[in-house]
């Protein structure tokens, strides 16, 4: 077997796998959950400075979720 | 009785421009894809990978000992030769299902190979033991041997035997 896993020898998904930094990427606002049943609640939780427009991001935050949820599920949360 | 011969050449392989012979736009990835952006694509895989069948499949697949890597870029590959999105997006949507299988992996308590690291990280590079070897020798050319083992005759074999009551010579 090659190299970082592939039969084929380079595998360009280890490469974008390892360059998801998906630890230090910024965070989105979590919902405040202040005041009463009817307070105002912002809808938008976004991170202002992320490019929601680039498919990378969009990628690295799909991956973010399921690996909170794997974490949680090793940490024995889920 | 007939042998079955396995050392035959693989002579079934497509010839040189066989791929040129087909009508323009008759493959599906020579048209356009049916999942155009990311999240599309990505929710193609999510559902596709929900299924129960597949997530069997998949669990056989890693207790082989195939890695996580190699799986998806074969998964991704598929995607794009059935036409349903482009070789940049299945490339861009990689992580994700990467993450997928091994969380699918997890879950079932499977013992996987990422394929993320580089297997020979630990392991002593093959060129250090040849340049290791070659010194080696070089130094054992320099070595005398014969003076070296004649020194050795030279010296005394004197045995002293110990205790307060030791014969001596």
Redo the contacts between chains.
Sequence with gaps: ?S?????RGY????T???N?DIENMPKDKQPSSDGGLLSRKSMNTMNKNMNYSN??I???K??EV??N??NS??NGDA | MAMLETNEPMLDGPIPGESLTAELGARPWQSPPQYA???DV?DYYMSRMSQEDFMVQLVDVLEMGA????I??SI?LSGVMQGLHTID?G??????????I??LG??AGVKY????D???KNKTRTSLLAKVAMEYDKKLEEVDIKEAVEEKEEEPDVQYSSGLMARRK
């Design positions: 077997m190299m970082y896993g592939s039969t595998n360009p998904g280890v974008m796998y390892k998801m498919p990378a969009r990628v690295a799909q991956m399921i690996r949820f794997r599920m090793k | 952006n990311v999240d990505i890695p996580v890597s190699a998806a870029n991704q997006s490339i861009l949507v990689m992580p994700v299902i990467m993450e997928m091994m969380m997890d879950a190979e990422s394929g993320i580089n297997p020979n």
